[in-house]
């Protein structure tokens, strides 16, 4: 059993920065990945990295938004510089125990979700 649990969020002023951090508990993780959802929407990618570095961001996070990870902790990062309002939304970390070559997957390949953590971007 692998356990997901996401930290960092919070509430930031537009232009500011927050660092989300996942630890995932259990078994030795694949493929990890950022996703956002706001209340009425779909979940949405914002970034995805392969156990072996490789990423992929979604076009908002681009230039803003970088995913890192350490393997020997079993834990990933997402740093968000320039924060924007529409940024606001619960981001997930997802994890899985598969190894891919490509950073982007089907959201379905994942195989354990945190239960979220609020960003907060005030105007």
């Known amino acids: 059993q692998v356990h997901v649990v996401e930290s960092g969020g919070g509430l930031v002023q537009e232009g500011g920065s927050l660092r989300l951090t996942c630890v995932a508990s259990g078994r030795s993780i694949g493929h990890m990945a950022w996703y956002r959802q706001v209340p009425g929407r779909q979940r949405e990618l914002v970034a995805a990295?392969?156990?072996?570095?490789?990423?992929d961001y979604s076009d908002f996070g681009q230039g803003r938004f970088t995913i890192s990870r350490d393997n020997a902790k079993n834990t990933a990062y997402l740093q968000m510089n320039n924060l924007k309002p529409e940024d606001t939304a619960v981001y997930y970390c997802a994890a899985s125990l598969r190894r891919f070559p490509s950073a982007r997957l089907d959201s379905r390949m994942y195989d354990y979700w945190g239960q979220g953590t609020q960003v907060t971007v005030s105007s």
């Open positions: 990295i392969t156990s072996g570095g490789n990423t």
